[in-house]
């Protein structure tokens, strides 16, 4: 197991999803890695494709900068064309896997059942999840935010004790807010993730809500990045496209650290 992941210093992580060749990831970390070394005190992943996470770790060797993958199957091997394995991720220096993405499960059909999978994979090989939940706008606009991070979260946490359950890291990403610039407010990430912490305490145990670190993501920018950082409910960032340009990524990370200093 890779170890409790604490809520405190924050977690900024970069979903780079289908961008970047090996060498412009490479390009990207280098730019970041020197950024960093005045460094925010914060905890900073790193999600490139798959083709690019050998190059980008060689990048993030003897740094405190952790790699991550994007998805990963639950299987450890086998006839899977075009699947890779935990296992696989370990091996290239990943610490961290991000499963149940929202890309994933509206445009690719990945249901609870699968991201429930992946994620007791992901323990079992080592890696940190970083499990995605969140609700569509539609889903909201129905008053359902709150049955569909439940029903998500419970998939999720099913059966974990609670020391497995705090190995887990969730990323509440309102799939209305990914990728469209429309950002959750302060408050709204705050209902959400106290949604999700009281769920934990329903499912896995009195108190383990208030250990397992819950991250926002959808349309995190450096504008907007210190007013949710304010925020105490929130412990990270999911980042995808303000996670492309070392600059910006880095005033994330900034402010995760320090949120009034941005
Ligand atoms: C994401 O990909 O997880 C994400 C939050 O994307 P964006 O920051 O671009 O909304």
Redesign the pocket.
């Known amino acids: 197991m890779s170890g409790v992941w604490p809520r405190w210093p924050r977690l900024v992580a970069g979903?780079w999803?289908m961008h970047k060749t090996a060498a412009e990831a490479a390009g990207l970390a280098r730019e970041l890695v020197e950024l960093l070394r005045a460094r925010p005190a914060c905890e900073v992943a790193l999600c490139p494709p798959f083709p690019a996470l050998e190059a980008v770790h060689g990048e993030l060797r003897d740094t405190t900068v952790h790699l991550g993958g994007q998805n990963m199957h639950w299987e450890p091997q086998g006839a899977f064309t075009g699947e890779v394995s935990g296992g696989m991720l370990r091996a290239v220096g990943c610490r961290f896997v991000?499963v149940g993405?929202?890309?994933r499960r509206h445009g690719l059909g990945e249901d609870d059942v699968m991201v429930a999978r992946k994620c007791r994979a992901a323990l079992r090989d080592d890696l940190t999840p970083i499990v995605?939940v969140g609700e569509t706008l539609e889903e909201r606009d129905g008053d359902r935010m709150a049955e569909v991070l439940v029903r998500q979260t419970q998939a999720a946490f099913d059966g974990f004790d609670s020391v497995t359950a705090s190995t887990v890291v969730v990323?509440y990403?309102p799939v209305w807010?990914?990728?469209?610039?429309r950002?959750a407010t302060p408050e709204q990430a705050r209902e959400a993730h106290r949604v999700i912490r009281a769920t934990l305490d329903r499912v896995v145990g009195a108190g383990v809500g208030n250990r397992v670190a819950i991250l926002y993501?959808?349309?995190?920018?450096a504008d907007n990045a210190a007013a949710l950082f304010a925020e105490e409910e929130l412990d990270g960032?999911?980042?995808?496209?303000?996670?492309l340009q070392a600059a910006t990524f880095w005033k994330i990370a900034a402010a995760a650290a320090h949120p009034a200093a941005v």
Do not use: P
């Open positions: 979903n999803k991000i993405h929202s890309e995605c990323a990403e807010a990914i990728g469209t610039g950002v993501g959808g349309s995190v920018n960032a999911l980042v995808g496209g303000a996670s």
